[in-house]
Protein backbone atom coordinates (compact mmCIF):
# COMPACT_ATOMS: atom_id res chain seq x y z
CA UNK A 1 0.00 0.00 0.00
CA UNK A 2 2.76 2.47 0.74
CA UNK A 3 4.49 1.44 -2.33
CA UNK A 4 1.63 2.22 -4.63
CA UNK A 5 1.16 5.63 -2.67
CA UNK A 6 4.59 6.93 -3.05
CA UNK A 7 4.15 6.04 -6.73
CA UNK A 8 0.84 7.69 -7.30
CA UNK A 9 2.06 10.89 -5.31
CA UNK A 10 5.42 11.03 -7.94
CA UNK A 11 3.13 10.32 -11.10
CA UNK A 12 0.72 12.87 -10.17
CA UNK A 13 3.05 15.11 -8.07
CA UNK A 14 5.41 15.52 -11.32
CA UNK A 15 1.73 16.13 -13.36
CA UNK A 16 0.89 18.90 -11.17
CA UNK A 17 4.38 20.05 -11.29
CA UNK A 18 4.72 20.90 -14.97
CA UNK A 19 0.94 22.45 -14.61
CA UNK A 20 2.06 24.69 -11.94
CA UNK A 21 4.99 25.34 -14.62
CA UNK A 22 2.98 26.64 -16.79
CA UNK A 23 0.86 28.74 -14.31
CA UNK A 24 4.09 30.20 -13.55
CA UNK A 25 4.97 31.28 -17.47
CA UNK A 26 1.96 32.94 -17.71
CA UNK A 27 2.01 34.62 -14.22
CA UNK A 28 5.75 35.74 -15.84
CA UNK A 29 4.14 37.09 -18.85
CA UNK A 30 1.80 39.55 -16.58
CA UNK A 31 5.12 40.78 -14.94
CA UNK A 32 4.61 44.25 -15.65
CA UNK A 33 1.25 44.37 -13.41
CA UNK A 34 1.69 42.43 -9.72
CA UNK A 35 -1.42 42.43 -9.09
CA UNK A 36 -2.94 40.81 -13.00
CA UNK A 37 -0.19 38.32 -12.80
CA UNK A 38 -1.16 37.36 -9.21
CA UNK A 39 -5.35 37.59 -10.09
CA UNK A 40 -3.92 34.94 -12.86
CA UNK A 41 -2.16 32.52 -10.99
CA UNK A 42 -5.02 32.35 -8.56
CA UNK A 43 -7.43 31.90 -11.51
CA UNK A 44 -5.59 28.89 -13.07
CA UNK A 45 -4.44 27.29 -9.78
CA UNK A 46 -8.30 27.36 -9.10
CA UNK A 47 -8.87 25.71 -12.08
CA UNK A 48 -6.02 22.87 -11.79
CA UNK A 49 -7.81 22.50 -8.37
CA UNK A 50 -11.11 21.75 -9.95
CA UNK A 51 -9.38 19.50 -13.05
CA UNK A 52 -7.94 17.36 -9.89
CA UNK A 53 -10.84 16.89 -7.71
CA UNK A 54 -12.87 15.94 -11.16
CA UNK A 55 -10.27 13.32 -12.04
CA UNK A 56 -10.67 12.36 -8.23
CA UNK A 57 -14.15 11.66 -8.94
CA UNK A 58 -14.13 9.92 -12.20
CA UNK A 59 -10.61 7.73 -11.10
CA UNK A 60 -13.71 5.14 -10.13
CA UNK A 61 -14.71 4.69 -13.63
CA UNK A 62 -10.56 4.13 -15.14
CA UNK A 63 -9.35 1.00 -15.81
CA UNK A 64 -6.17 0.96 -13.20
CA UNK A 65 -3.99 -0.57 -16.34
CA UNK A 66 -4.55 2.50 -18.49
CA UNK A 67 -2.64 4.79 -15.49
CA UNK A 68 0.54 5.81 -15.15
CA UNK A 69 1.12 4.96 -11.91
CA UNK A 70 -0.06 1.35 -12.50
CA UNK A 71 2.89 1.36 -15.45
CA UNK A 72 5.43 2.67 -12.86
CA UNK A 73 4.42 0.13 -10.31
CA UNK A 74 6.97 -3.07 -10.25
CA UNK A 75 4.27 -6.15 -12.00
CA UNK A 76 5.17 -7.73 -8.15
CA UNK A 77 3.50 -4.56 -6.34
CA UNK A 78 0.37 -4.13 -8.91
CA UNK A 79 -2.49 -5.37 -6.89
CA UNK A 80 -4.33 -8.30 -8.16
CA UNK A 81 -8.52 -8.77 -8.01
CA UNK A 82 -11.36 -6.97 -7.78
CA UNK A 83 -10.70 -5.79 -4.14
CA UNK A 84 -7.05 -4.69 -4.98
CA UNK A 85 -8.31 -2.61 -8.19
CA UNK A 86 -10.61 -0.95 -5.76
CA UNK A 87 -8.34 -0.40 -3.28
CA UNK A 88 -5.33 0.96 -6.04
CA UNK A 89 -8.28 3.62 -7.39
CA UNK A 90 -9.11 4.50 -4.00
CA UNK A 91 -4.96 5.25 -2.96
CA UNK A 92 -5.44 7.33 -6.85
CA UNK A 93 -8.14 9.18 -5.51
CA UNK A 94 -6.68 10.08 -2.57
CA UNK A 95 -3.24 11.73 -3.75
CA UNK A 96 -5.51 13.62 -6.66
CA UNK A 97 -7.83 14.92 -3.87
CA UNK A 98 -4.08 15.71 -1.93
CA UNK A 99 -2.99 17.88 -4.71
CA UNK A 100 -6.47 19.14 -4.97
CA UNK A 101 -5.93 20.73 -1.39
CA UNK A 102 -2.78 21.84 -1.95
CA UNK A 103 -3.69 23.53 -5.29
CA UNK A 104 -6.80 25.15 -3.85
CA UNK A 105 -4.72 26.70 -0.55
CA UNK A 106 -1.92 27.85 -3.43
CA UNK A 107 -4.68 29.53 -5.58
CA UNK A 108 -6.58 31.66 -2.29
CA UNK A 109 -3.09 32.24 -1.20
CA UNK A 110 -2.52 33.66 -4.40
CA UNK A 111 -6.16 35.78 -4.85
CA UNK A 112 -5.62 37.26 -1.01
CA UNK A 113 -2.04 38.32 -2.30
CA UNK A 114 -3.23 39.88 -5.23
CA UNK A 115 -6.19 41.73 -3.26
CA UNK A 116 -3.87 42.66 -0.68
CA UNK A 117 -1.54 44.34 -3.56
CA UNK A 118 -4.61 46.46 -5.14
CA UNK A 119 -5.42 47.71 -1.70
CA UNK A 120 -2.16 48.75 -0.99
CA UNK A 121 -2.32 50.47 -4.38
CA UNK A 122 -5.93 51.87 -3.37
CA UNK A 123 -4.58 53.55 -0.11
CA UNK A 124 -1.40 54.86 -1.95
Same mark, same amino acid.
Given at each position: ?18 ? #? ?9 ? /? ?12 ? #? +? ?12 ? /? ?5 ? #????? %? ?16 ? /? ?16 ? %?? +? ?11 ? +??
Amino acid at each position: MDKIYAVAVTCVGRAVMFG #TLAIGLVMLSF /SFDLARALMAGAFL #T +LVMAQILILKAQTT /SRQKPGR #TETWN %CLAPEARPAGRHGRKIFL /SILADVYMHFATLSFAAG %CS +LFAAAMGVRLARA +LI
